[in-house]
């Protein structure tokens, strides 16, 4: 297991995004009185039950601790102290070289099926920790852990609560009435933090809802808010960042075949991010005629069928997402704005299987198709 790095993990906690980090060090330190918690937990080894777990950039220097080429890999943060993050982390790869006799030695973990292995074999696999994503495969490969894993980040949270607040105002004015006023910010605050708390009532009422439904009905609309909020987010950088696909041309030549797969995978690339797009697009748009339904026809059953059926759809919407977040960030972090950086043909190559594999539903027996426009 590598030794501690200098980055300051504190500050990695703090901006961390959703998707990219599943940080069970802070779901331990707010839940640990919960009963529910102890009972189910993510792992059952303390220390991975307190780790930071990444989607990774890998970077020039940790390329080798890799048998097969690759350009990302999931990373576990294990913090030497669990109250100060000041003080750094050891950490390890899933399926880095020696993986099996570094979990045997360091965590002593020797079966390949227990619990934790199995786990972290899961986190590797699927692209994105979003929580409606996460607990829908959780589910499907009857994991059971608790609610409380299920959250969106402190910094995604912040920076979602000014559009769930226009995106509910609507509601939130049916519900309340001239009394309305300024409730819609601390009503959006409240459904993405996951508060259980008497001031939603109203809209429990409103949508005719037992405690149990609401309960899921408030995570699922949660779903659509964050979803909604980040096709938003991610749109303006789309366009831009195929087109620097499209474009991008490497220092070096490469063999023929290097050549051929650069050229095909231009296409491949930009089709299927505009696929994606538009799938996302279209689940949106049911929502919103669902959702509408209710905010100008008082619909409420509608949306409620709604909501109650929407985890069906995390899978597809999560992953589509994941892998148009992952080719943004990615792109953006090797290829900065205002830099010259140049590119062999190697790497570029390797950098399109990465972008491939991850749009691996969309590009599963889906021909090469001519550029089209990405967002509709």
Not at 36 to 62: C, M, W, Y
Not at 247 to 268: C, E, K, L, V
Request: one cysteine or more; hydrophobic letters at 40%; aromatic letters at 10%.
């Amino acid at each position: 297991m590598s030794s501690p790095g200098v980055r300051n993990l504190s500050l990695l906690e703090g901006s961390a995004s959703t998707g990219r980090v599943l940080n069970l060090r802070q779901v331990a330190l707010a839940n640990r009185k919960d009963a529910d918690f102890r009972n189910r937990p993510f792992f059952q080894t303390p220390a991975l039950n307190r780790s930071l777990i990444v989607k990774h950039h890998l970077r020039g220097n940790e390329l080798e601790m890799f048998a097969e080429t690759r350009a990302s890999a999931t990373k576990v943060l294990l913090p030497i102290d669990h109250q100060n993050l000041r003080a750094g982390a050891k950490y390890f790869f899933v399926g880095q070289r020696d993986y099996a006799g570094m979990m045997e030695w360091d965590l002593g973990l020797t079966d390949p099926a227990c619990h934790d292995l199995q786990m972290l074999a899961f986190l590797n696999e699927i692209p994105s920790f979003d929580p409606f994503l996460l607990r829908e495969q959780l589910r499907r490969r009857q994991f059971d852990v608790a609610p409380c894993y299920f959250n969106v980040s402190t910094s995604d949270t912040a920076q979602m609560l000014s559009f769930a607040q226009a995106e509910i105002q609507p509601l939130v004015d049916i519900a309340f009435g001239e009394l309305s006023g300024h409730r819609g910010g601390v009503l959006a605050q409240k459904l993405l933090t996951n508060a259980d708390d008497a001031a939603l009532q109203p809209l429990r009422q409103v949508l005719h809802l037992d405690a149990e439904q609401f309960a899921e009905c408030m995570f699922c609309w949660k779903a659509f808010l964050y979803y909604k909020w980040k096709l938003t987010a991610l749109a303006p950088s789309v366009s831009e960042v195929t087109a620097q696909v499209a474009s991008i041309r490497p220092a070096t030549r490469g063999t023929h075949d290097t050549q051929s797969y650069i050229s095909s995978a231009r296409a491949n690339i930009h089709s299927a991010v505009g696929t994606a797009c538009r799938h996302v697009s279209h689940t949106l748009r049911l929502y919103d005629v669902a959702y509408n339904g209710l905010v100008s026809r008082g619909d409420g059953q509608g949306f409620r069928d709604f909501l109650l059926q929407a985890p069906a759809r995390f899978t597809q919407l999560g992953e589509e997402l994941a892998a148009v977040d992952h080719i943004i960030s990615f792109w953006q972090y090797r290829f900065p704005r205002r830099q010259s950086t140049t590119v062999a043909a190697e790497e570029l190559a390797n950098i399109f299987r990465d972008f491939e594999s991850g749009l691996r539903i969309q590009l599963k027996g889906q021909a090469v198709r001519n550029l089209t426009p990405i967002l509709m």
